[in-house]
């Protein structure tokens, strides 16, 4: 994959840049360290996403963060597969595909930041990042409801279901790239970004099968989301 391909490459250039900007002062008077941001995504798997990130920024133009992604899929119900049993006796379909994404994962990142840009007399500020981290789901064996309903003409309500599960827990760790613009004012922050990566969100879902039938996901190179996030400096 290209990400796990330049991996290398991306920590060498965040680690020569921050040297190169370490030496700068900091002029502010009351430069807060550590924060918090609170952001919301929509993606390429028609996914959506809520991230929860602990900062610790010790320059101004470098910082690094931890903290958990919650996703889901944003069809849900609307979306499911089915088929038939192998003796024909009853039709079968999933109850909610979200079920076979990824849910919770955890996410640290290392950012790098332009100078700032004073836009007025108040104190606002515009700055621009480039960040580089990983995506480590919580979950390894993805599993889901499966309905079963008779076949006979005429025949309309469920009477059985089972869970299934992917065939063998599969470890994975996605790696992601972001751009953000960033205003500024005082202890408050919001970012408009972009992320692009290899997160599969139904990267552990890949081997499940029902009556016979494998259940074919979506499955996309990169994952396009665009993200928006509220920053607060503690």
């Known amino acids: 994959m290209f990400f796990t391909n330049y991996r290398y490459l991306f920590i060498a250039i965040f680690l020569s840049l921050v040297m190169t900007v370490s030496a700068e002062d900091n002029d502010e008077d009351r430069y807060r360290s550590f924060g918090i941001s609170f952001s919301g995504a929509v993606g390429t798997y028609n996914s959506w996403d809520v ?5 610790y920024r010790p320059i101004k133009y470098f910082g690094v963060s931890a903290g958990l992604r919650f996703t889901d899929i ?4 609307d979306h499911i ?10 039709n079968w379909k999933t109850d909610d595909l979200s079920d076979f994404s ?13 100078p700032n840009i ?12 480039i960040g580089y981290g990983l995506t480590m789901p919580l979950t390894n064996r993805a599993s889901g409801v499966v309905i079963y309903t008779p076949a006979e003409k005429g025949q309309f309500i469920p009477d059985d279901e089972k869970r299934v599960s992917n065939s063998n827990r ?3 760790i996605y790696n992601f790239v ?3 613009a960033n205003l500024e004012s005082g202890i408050w922050g919001l970012s408009l970004g972009y992320r692009v990566s290899d997160y599969d969100v139904f990267g552990s879902a890949r081997n499940i099968v029902v009556e016979g039938q494998k259940l074919v996901f979506d499955n ?3 994952n396009n989301e665009v993200y928006l996030a509220i920053h607060y400096k503690l």
């Open 220 to 222: 996309h190179k990169f």
């Open 102 to 114: 990824y849910h919770f994962a955890f996410q640290p990142q290392a950012k790098l930041y332009t």
């Open 81 to 90: 597969f089915r088929g038939e049993t192998i003796d024909h006796s009853h």
């Open 51 to 55: 991230d929860v990130d602990m900062e």
């Open 178 to 180: 972001n751009i953000s």
């Open 74 to 77: 944003s069809f849900g119900k």
């Open 170 to 172: 599969v470890y994975n």
């Open 118 to 129: 004073r836009l007025d007399n108040v104190g606002d500020n515009l700055n621009f990042s």
